[in-house]
Structures are given as C-alpha cells and as structure tokens.
C-alpha cells in the first residue's frame, strides 16, 4: 500500500473531534475520545503500515542499533527540526509561508501540515505556548541499518502550545485548547536534501499515560 494509500486510511478509521481544526499533523491527532485514541495507537504501532521492519522494533528494549549513532542521531535532528518548524509556524500568523515547513518536510506531510496552518489562519487561530519533543528513538530503519532511506522515530511530547483565536483571546475548544501529551510515531525518509519528515501518527490526551501507552521508554 502506498504511503498516501496508508495515510487516507487512517482517516477513514479515526473518528475526529469537532474543535476547529485538527491542530496537529496527522488527522487520528486530536481524537475526542480515550476509544479513538486507542484505535489511533494500533495505526501507530502498524496498522497502517507496510511491510514491519524487525531493526528497530517498537518498545522492545531489543534494538540492534546503538541510538546514539551517527545515522541516528541524524535522523533525530532532522525530526526535531522539522517538528519544531511546525510548531513556530502554528505560531505564526504567517507560519504558512514558513520555508522551514518545505526545508524540513515532504509530501503527504508537508501538504496536510500547510492545510492545516491555513485552516487555522482562516478562522484566526494562532498557537501559544510552549512544547517538550521528549526523547526520541529511531525505532527503525529500512532497508537496512547500514544504508537506510526510512526511519521510523517515536516520541512522548508534552505539548503545551494551544490554539487561540486572536480576536478574542480565547482557547479553541476541545484539545486544540488544551494542554496535552501525544504519543507520536513519525516515518523520516532520506532525500537529496537530507532526512525530512513524510507522515507522522500520533495519540493525544491529557493523560501521558494513555497517548504514549504505545511507546517504552
């Protein structure tokens, strides 16, 4: 299945909260409810994935590559970078046109993060607050650990960057105006450029224990 095959997927099986906009990248994001967040955690840990990969399997404590590698730590600053590139854009009135979002992203992401900025840039919405990546691990590379082109990186991030409606001053309803955890799994691929970020899911609540039930460490 393709990766745009896999993505339209995982909107077809999460259902989504009625705030706004959905705030984050990916749409299983900002589920209403604990269920929702559930179903969003077994697309995360394969559902709508391809074929696994058995190098870096997910919270297995197993991983045959050393985190702190070169390839790895790479792969982890170019996921930081481009996680950071949406966060400054959310709060940004003008974040859309950021050319952080294209130097650290590609499509499907990097179109449903644009969507997304000009949704919120429609109904006035801008982000406030701060946010904590976490930890990440590269928890897999493909098609192999010596020359990989995909990765697979996982985070516990304590997002506490709301929406806000400019005008009024006032939070979005529902998640998007509140402080919460996301549990996400995002796939990194290796362009001319460097490693950019292709498509992420991810499980919000404002409880870490159940967005980032997916992820060990």
Same mark, same amino acid.
Request: with cysteine; proline share 6%.
């Given at each position: 299945?393709?990766?745009?095959?896999?993505?339209?997927?995982?909107?077809?099986?999460?259902?989504?909260?009625?705030?706004?906009?959905?705030?984050?990248?990916c749409?299983?994001?900002?589920?209403?409810?604990?269920?929702?967040?559930?179903?969003c955690?077994?697309?995360?840990?394969?559902?709508?994935?391809?074929?696994?990969?058995?190098?870096?399997?997910?919270?297995?404590?197993?991983?045959?590559?050393?985190?702190?590698?070169?390839?790895?730590?790479?792969?982890? &600053?170019?996921?930081? +970078?481009a %996680? $950071?590139?949406?966060?400054e854009s959310?709060? #940004?009135p003008?974040? !859309? *046109?950021?050319?952080?979002?294209?130097?650290?992203?590609?499509?499907?992401e990097?179109?449903?993060?644009?969507?997304?900025?000009a949704?919120?840039?429609?109904?006035?919405?801008?982000?406030?607050?701060?946010?904590?990546?976490?930890?990440?691990?590269?928890?897999?590379l493909?098609?192999?650990?010596?020359?990989?082109?995909?990765?697979?990186?996982?985070?516990?991030?304590?997002?506490?960057?709301?929406?806000?409606?400019?005008n009024?001053?006032?939070?979005?309803?529902?998640?998007?105006? &509140?402080?919460d955890? +996301?549990? %996400? $799994?995002?796939?990194?691929?290796?362009?001319? #450029?460097?490693?950019? !970020? *292709?498509?992420?899911?991810?499980?919000a609540?404002?409880?870490?224990?159940?967005?980032?039930?997916?992820?060990?460490?």
């Amino acid at each position: 299945m393709s990766s745009m095959a896999r993505l339209f997927a995982c909107v077809a099986r999460i259902t989504q909260s009625s705030t706004p906009r959905v705030r984050l990248r990916c749409p299983c994001m900002r589920t209403a409810t604990v269920l929702a967040g559930v179903l969003c955690a077994a697309i995360s840990l394969g559902a709508c994935s391809s074929t696994p990969s058995t190098a870096h399997p997910l919270g297995s404590g197993n991983s045959t590559t050393d985190p702190t590698t070169a390839v790895d730590m790479t792969i982890i &600053t170019a996921w930081r +970078a481009a %996680e $950071t590139a949406f966060y400054e854009s959310e709060a #940004s009135p003008n974040g !859309l *046109s950021s050319p952080a979002l294209g130097a650290t992203m590609v499509d499907p992401e990097l179109r449903m993060v644009r969507a997304n900025l000009a949704g919120n840039q429609t109904e006035n919405f801008v982000g406030r607050g701060t946010w904590n990546l976490g930890s990440p691990l590269v928890v897999s590379l493909e098609p192999t650990e010596n020359q990989p082109t995909t990765a697979t990186v996982a985070s516990c991030i304590d997002d506490m960057q709301i929406l806000v409606n400019e005008n009024t001053g006032q939070p979005a309803s529902g998640l998007s105006g &509140t402080p919460d955890w +996301a549990g %996400e $799994t995002s796939t990194m691929v290796l362009t001319s #450029s460097g490693w950019k !970020l *292709s498509q992420q899911s991810s499980v919000a609540n404002t409880k870490r224990s159940v967005a980032c039930a997916g992820i060990s460490f």
